[in-house]
């Protein structure tokens, strides 16, 4: 079965750091680039960060770059995103997704994580 | 900047409708990589039509996608009741960044 679960949300304090994962499963990881996509409590869907199949390019939304880092692993089948200096307005369910493009980026995520939360507050 | 949607389309069952996604010359208009995505409350979105009108393999005929200059569309034939639910469509927009509308309510009256 195709799936992709994450995992690694909570609540945090702002201005602290939090590490998501997604572990794939049921397709060949390597062959294609992922996302991280998050969504706040009755709001729209919110692009966060891409990365091509090997890491060879990386693409962030203006509201996380030079805090949040994606990163994956091929060899572990999983895709992480690392959040630093989180900010209230951070808080969201995040979800991975693959991308249907191959390795490189598209705009078309055809399976998508569960979602894990993250809740950033004091 | 986020896609121009509708924040709200309804329709009868039976009818057709149609759900507009105004972006700029950088991305929808740049890109034939326009995306739609279905979701229902408290689930994972669903991809509906990708590459401006492609549908993944499962997704009914009734879902149809089409673009003119920076406005891309998503037009459902056939409302269901099941149809009702949020609309998405994204675009990619260069260098590695995607960008997402901000939604349509789509109610079936």
């Known amino acids: 079965e195709v799936q992709l679960v994450n995992s690694g949300g909570g609540l945090v304090q702002p201005g602290r750091s939090l590490r998501l994962s997604c572990a794939a499963s049921?397709?060949?990881?390597?062959?294609?680039?992922m996302h991280w996509v998050r969504q706040a409590a009755g709001k729209g869907l919110e692009w966060v960060s891409s990365?091509?199949?090997?890491?060879?390019?990386?693409g962030y939304a203006d509201s996380v770059k030079g805090r949040f880092t994606i990163s994956r692993d091929n060899a572990k089948n999983s895709l992480y995103l690392q959040m630093n200096s989180l900010r209230v307005e951070d808080t969201a369910l995040y979800y991975c997704?693959?991308?249907?493009?191959?390795?490189?980026?598209?705009?078309?995520?055809?399976?998508w994580g569960q979602g894990t939360m993250v809740t950033v507050s004091s | 900047s986020a896609l121009t949607q509708p924040a709200s389309v309804s329709g009868s069952p039976g009818q057709s409708i149609t759900v507009s996604c105004t972006g700029a010359?950088?991305?929808?208009?740049?890109?034939?990589?326009v995306s739609w995505y279905q979701q229902h409350p408290d689930k994972a979105p669903k991809l509906i039509i990708y590459?401006?009108?492609k549908r993944p393999s499962g997704v009914s005929n009734r879902f149809s996608g089409s673009k003119s200059g920076n406005t891309a569309s998503l037009t459902i034939s056939g409302l269901q009741a099941d149809d009702e639910a949020d609309y998405y469509c994204?675009?990619?927009?260069?260098?590695?960044?995607?960008?997402f509308g901000a939604g349509t309510k789509l109610t079936v009256l």
């Open positions: 990365i091509t199949w090997n890491s060879g390019n990386i």
């Open positions: 049921g397709f060949t990881f390597d062959d294609y680039a």
């Open positions: 590459d401006v009108s």
């Open positions: 994204s675009s990619y927009a260069g260098n590695y960044i995607v960008v």
């Open positions: 997704a693959k991308d249907n493009g191959g390795g490189g980026v598209t705009s078309a995520f055809d399976i």
């Open positions: 010359s950088s991305d929808v208009g740049s890109y034939s990589l």
